[in-house]
């Protein structure tokens, strides 16, 4: 729905304007942002803005910090103390699997000069180095000045790394942050230079300078392993008694609570009425999650539950691991510590070492989330911003970070196991036989 009305000026607006000798002067951006976001009492970012050779016309594109609608604001020297206003309602609920393609660097954007910061957690894990490429050589083919930085899991790290592409002049950053909370006065000191900043996989949290987020659905995630093991035991008909675990990700990371959450939820009404049974009795989030998603911390804690509440010979029937670094942990602890038949155990990221495991029979699944596509959006994302096109986002009411609920797009997972892992990772071409040792 359109609608299209005029606004005047602010007094101390016109009074800017009058003080200029002869010509009215174009407003500046900040003062049309005002009008805009007083208008319509909504936090605005700008979108685009085209302004005459001559000066004598200006036309800026406003899109509301939650995604919901496009303003277009119009101005002419010849009425310098009107601005007209076209507005436009843009949310859309579409949800759409994202296909896997790479961005066509013969494609004309305008890129010269733009600078994108890409900050990622670490390089530790599998997923973060292919993130990390993904994104910066699909900037740099588009003609992009990329600058890549991993934070070796340090927030302090993370900080510096951040603030010195603010001061280098970057005009868009991609974060994938360590803590979900922790950066919010440099995100601050980014919102002051109009620097769109977007959330990689990880929420920004507690900042209402976030601008867009984009993810995999980690709810849905979470249930997806829930109901495998569900399945996999086929507790619809299935009374048990069965045992199993749980081990979480890291509480700094706004994700590993969704994860959690939705397996929980897709298990804890067998586990209320008894057909699965936690043996250690550690079910909530602080008592099974994992300081920074280690392996090493992983399998301490698993040793332990399996020295502590299985060392009688008692069967553990599933694990529920809420992604591959904590899954591999857990399958290290079980191939030192336990002789019954591997459990059940659940992963994602479809990292090497755990895809081998599954081939060896040691992981029963893990969920895909193809980095290509998440990075690939990533790289529209960022281009939408600087090329002044509207941002594609398919969830405007789902990631509320506490201070604003962020504009998302949002890519779906899919679970691997023996039956599809050769369909889904090698017919893909996201692995050759060779990296899976086939
Ligand atoms: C990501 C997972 C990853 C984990 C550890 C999470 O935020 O969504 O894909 O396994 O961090 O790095």
Partial sequence: MKKIFAVILSISLIMGLAACAGKAEVPSKKDVQKEVEKEYDMDFKLDSKDIANDESEAEWVFISKDGTLEVTVTWSADDPDEFDFDEEYIGTDVIEPVPTVVPDPSIDTQTNGFKIGVSMPTKDLQRWNQDGDYIASQLEALGYEVDLQYAANDVATQVAQIENMINSGCDVLIIAAIESSSLNTTLEEAEALNITVIAYDRLLMESDTVDYYITFDNYTLGQMQGDYIADALELYKNPG???????????????????????????????????????????????????????????????????????????????????????????????????????????????????????????????????????????????????????????????????????????????????NYYEILIDSGYYTEYDLGL
């Fill in 241 to 419: 008694p069965f045992y199993i675990e749980i081990t979480a990700g890291d509480p700094g990371d706004n994700n590993a609570f969704l994860f959690y959450q939705g397996a929980m939820d897709a298990l804890s009404y067998y586990i209320d009425n008894g057909q699965l049974v936690v043996v250690s009795g550690q079910t909530d989030f602080e008592d099974v999650a994992t300081d920074a998603w280690k392996t090493d911390s992983a399998q301490t804690r698993a040793e332990q539950i399996i020295d502590l509440y299985y060392s009688d010979g008692t069967q553990i029937d599933a694990w529920l691991c809420s992604n591959d670094s904590t899954a591999l942990g857990v399958e290290n602890a079980l191939a030192a510590n336990y002789t019954g038949p591997y459990p059940i155990i659940t992963g994602q990221d479809c990292d090497i070492a755990n895809i081998k495991n599954m081939l060896d029979g040691k992981q029963a699944m893990s969920m895909f989330k193809d980095t290509r596509n998440l990075a690939y959006q990533a790289v529209v994302m960022a281009d939408e911003i600087l090329s002044g096109q509207v941002v594609e986002v398919n969830d405007t009411v789902t990631y509320d970070n506490g201070s604003i609920v962020v504009p998302t797009y949002l890519c779906y997972p899919v679970v691997v196991d023996i039956n």
